[in-house]
């Protein structure tokens, strides 16, 4: 009995053996030829080029997009063979500035079908390929042999080719055509808004479309249009590549389709009436988020002189803060679609995305806190010019109070950023309406006005009161350029506000080298702003226990069944801050966190960020804070309020 047990032992390996050539190792990753097969069998053999990469590295498609290339392999030997293409799994789109890439992460299987002569055991070959991060990019190589003599059946490998095989893309069940300008239309059985959720094209040439840019989803009866943007100026006239659906749960649907001469439907979308009054209540809950705050001052003063008699004059000052609001929301809007039209990743609140806009925004914030502090006056503000400062109020407010996004306002913003031209300004144009309504509404409704106190002294007190939150204002955005710009950005700014301040005292004198001295000071700090140089971009991950967010981590998380909680903040984001510092930093909220192996990971928009502008837009928004629980086992994941508190984290985690 001792006997057949021994000699079973001894020929376990030979059932298990497996058909692996020797790796090539880095410091990037390890690869190596492996067989679907112990032996060759006829002149057929499935092989395929495995490539185990560390985090953060990847290799390109076949299709690479605008840089790289995709690996290449040679057969040696024996003499006569011949090794057919490869077979790619579905890539991972990675855009860094104006280039797009089309990548390979994590363990990748290249399958490919070799052509032997009758009766080889033994395969030699030689690879190149590129293996990149997102800093630099390693040219390596190497030379590979491959004993085939383990007897008949699968290989101890066979798993990774079964694996491979069913992640492949499988042919597609629906039509698709593509209209001249870049629409590609996707109709078939299920296509439904409820059913899908993302859908992306990997062209299978790199001229075919602009690879950067994104790529909008709308939806028609019985399918999709995907806007695509064409490389040339030649009409496309068909296109072949690999398109993948994500379903509301996150799972991915890989197919490859070859697109026909077709021309662009009309879309369907949602009733126009529903996203302006979206926007309108959008716009009107904004004045209650933590973002208005550093206009309540001028917004107090603006209240306080709707209580005077003179109800035309209030009128009149009214409307100036409406055009004002609704001029500047229309003005941020048309900037917004051109960028996003030139194929600009960028997203609500992208304004504070620029140093030299956050500088600008602080001196002229310094500059009206000396004004409430009786320093100097601006016509407008003064008794003389009302309607004027009401209108320049109106924009400032926008400016200043609209890097975050209600309730809402989120969907409406990205529905207007996907709709016609016309409808989009309607949508911005309400938007900036829904902000200034409080102060219209006091203005034309008598009955709301005398419930406001009369005018009197202690307006005066009010107004120099209100110069601290002006001057809070301005040290809170002293602060977010230091995390864009570092100390030497923010010492610029402490400089141009002086010089600005210094002006502004000058304008007292009414002697003309006073004037003129004051026009060098101004000059002065505006020549400051080309000097502000953004600093090396480095993901924030200020919450405790928490990593940077990575699309590949996200899915390599996903894929394992771990939970994971998202947060999408900007450091110019107040609500943001408000809910890091209430709903997420806490010592309790961060043992519920590890009590439950829940991942923190938090997508840091302060800067231009095209991979989390992405992700902003496949779950609908186009701005923060965005807040996304993943639950464990792969399990559909959960947008919270734009308002967090504990209870609401801990429900979602629970």
Not at 153 to 178: C, D, H, V, W, Y
Not at 226 to 248: C, F, Q, W
Not at 568 to 587: G, K
Request: charged share 15%.
């Amino acid at each position: 009995m001792m006997r057949w047990l021994l000699l079973a032992l001894l020929l376990v390996p030979a059932f298990a053996r497996a058909a692996e050539s020797n790796r090539v190792t880095s410091a990037r990753d390890t690869v190596s030829l492996i067989s679907a097969t112990k032996s060759a069998t006829g002149t057929k053999l499935h092989l395929g080029l495995l490539f185990r990469l560390k985090p953060d590295w990847h290799i390109y498609w076949s299709d690479p997009g605008d840089a790289g290339e995709p690996p290449a392999l040679e057969l040696t030997a024996p003499a006569g063979a011949k090794a057919g293409p490869f077979a790619y799994p579905p890539p991972h789109w990675l855009v860094a500035g104006s280039v797009g890439d089309y990548v390979e992460t994590g363990t990748v299987l290249l399958p490919f079908t070799a052509t032997l002569p009758s009766g080889a055991t033994a395969i030699a070959a030689k690879a190149r390929w590129l293996v990149c991060n997102p800093k630099i990019c390693v040219p390596e190589q190497g030379r590979f042999n491959l004993s085939l003599q383990g007897g008949a059946g699968p290989s101890r490998e066979a798993g990774l080719f079964a694996k491979a095989r069913a992640a492949m893309p499988r042919p597609s069940p629906f039509a698709a055509t593509i209209a001249p300008g870049g629409d590609l239309t996707v109709t078939g059985a299920g296509l439904t808004r409820t059913a899908v959720k993302t859908a992306h094209v990997f062209p299978a040439s790199p001229d075919a479309i602009v690879n950067a840019a994104p790529q909008p989803l709308h939806f028609i009866r019985n399918g999709f249009v995907l806007d695509l943007k064409p490389a040339g100026s030649k009409p496309m006239r068909v296109l072949a590549g690999i398109l993948e659906i994500t379903d509301p749960t996150g799972q991915v649907q890989a197919l490859t389709i070859a697109a026909t001469p077709g021309v662009a439907p009309s879309t369907m979308p949602t009733p126009w009436i529903v996203w302006i009054g979206a926007a309108l209540l959008g716009g009107l809950i904004l004045n209650l988020m933590p973002c208005v705050f550093p206009i309540l001052a001028m917004k107090a003063l603006a209240v306080a002189r709707f209580g005077h008699d003179d109800k035309r004059a209030a009128r009149r000052e009214a409307l100036g803060y409406t055009a004002g609001s609704v001029a500047a929301m229309l003005a941020l809007g048309i900037v917004l679609i051109v960028l996003r039209a030139g194929g600009a990743a960028l997203g609500w609140g992208f304004q504070f995305q620029s140093p030299a806009f956050i500088a600008v925004m602080a001196w002229i914030v310094v500059a009206i806190g000396l004004n409430f502090a009786g320093l100097y006056e601006i016509p407008g503000i003064a008794m003389r010019n009302r309607t004027t400062g009401s209108f320049a109020t109106g924009v400032l407010a926008v400016l200043v109070a609209t890097p975050c996004t209600a309730p809402f306002m989120g969907g409406a913003v990205a529905a207007a950023l996907a709709a016609p031209i016309v409808l989009a300004l309607g949508i911005f144009g309400a938007l900036g309406l829904g902000i200034a309504l409080p102060f219209l509404a006091l203005a034309l409704a008598p009955a709301l006005a005398r419930i406001l106190p009369r005018p009197g002294a202690w307006m005066i007190v009010l107004r120099q009161f209100m110069a601290f939150p002006m001057f809070a204002t301005a040290s809170w955005l002293l602060w977010v350029m230091t995390t864009e710009a570092g100390a030497d950005g923010a010492l610029i700014v402490a400089a141009g506000a002086v010089l600005i301040g210094f002006a502004l005292w000058l304008l007292r004198f009414r002697f003309l080298l006073a004037r003129g001295l004051a026009v060098v000071s101004v000059i002065a700090a505006a020549a400051l702003l080309p000097r502000i140089v953004p600093a090396d971009a480095a993901a924030r991950t200020t919450l405790p226990h928490s990593i940077p967010y990575s699309p590949g981590k996200l899915a390599s998380l996903r894929a394992a069944g771990k939970p994971v909680f998202v947060d999408i903040t900007a450091a110019w984001c107040i609500t943001c801050q408000v809910n890091d510092r209430i709903a997420l930093e806490p010592a309790a909220i961060q043992r519920d966190f590890a009590a439950r192996h829940v991942t923190l990971m938090v997508g840091d928009w302060t800067r231009r960020a095209p991979a989390i502008t992405r992700y902003l837009a496949a779950h609908g928004r186009d701005g923060v804070p965005l807040y996304v629980f993943y639950p464990p086992d792969r399990g559909k994941p959960v947008i919270l309020p734009q308002i967090l508190t504990p209870s609401i984290v801990r429900r979602a985690i629970k």
